[in-house]
């Protein structure tokens, strides 16, 4: 576990890579930028149009959303090495829906938009399956998630949220 490349190997653990083969995998590789950041670094700032991927090396990343009924900076998720973020921004072009920040001295690959496009289509197919199958286990998580809180909180309380979500996020 000491092996230089250790946190490199770990990235490719991740439930997106798996599927690759050696050769897959080096053309990938061939794409990622290397990203510093020094601890308390902004990494990108929810609503930035930027539409990067980011895989932690080394270091630990903070996850945080502001909310317009209670301002200020609400924490989601923390990340350490192995954990990708930005997956969203790279798949829909859509606008940051958090900030990142790093907490620690922190080492990334970042997958470009343009890096993506430019791998082999074999490649991709594997990936966008993958991201298919981690964005319905999140669906899933989250389906779960709102039926305690309906459970938890009243039908009548869970409805008025969820209009207000509906005005944010329109379809």
């Known amino acids: 576990m000491s092996s230089p490349r250790y946190p490199f190997e770990r990235v490719r653990e991740h439930l997106l890579f798996q599927s690759l083969e050696d050769a897959e995998w080096k053309a990938l590789t061939a794409a990622l ?9 902004v990494i990108f ?6 539409s990067d991927l980011y895989m932690i090396l080394s270091g630990v990343v903070e996850l945080r959303r502001q ?7 609400y924490w989601l998720a923390t990340l350490h090495a192995g954990r990708l973020f930005g997956e969203l921004s790279l798949l829909t072009g859509r606008r940051r829906s958090f ?7 922190v080492q990334t690959l970042r997958l470009s ?3 993506l496009i430019l791998l082999p289509l074999e490649v991709q197919v594997k990936l966008y399956r993958a991201w298919s199958q981690i964005i319905s286990e999140h669906l899933y998580w989250l389906d779960s998630m709102f039926t305690d809180l309906l459970e938890q909180r009243g039908v009548e309380n869970v409805a008025s949220a969820m209009a207000l979500l ?5 379809a």
Request: cysteine-free.
């Open 99 to 105: 900030t990142a920040v790093s907490m620690t001295e």
């Open 67 to 73: 909310y317009v009924r209670h301002p200020g900076d």
């Open 166 to 170: 509906h005005q944010r996020y329109p």
């Open 33 to 41: 930028l290397p990203s510093r950041f020094s601890p308390g670094q």
């Open 45 to 50: 700032q929810e609503g930035d149009p930027s």
């Open 113 to 115: 938009t343009e890096g």
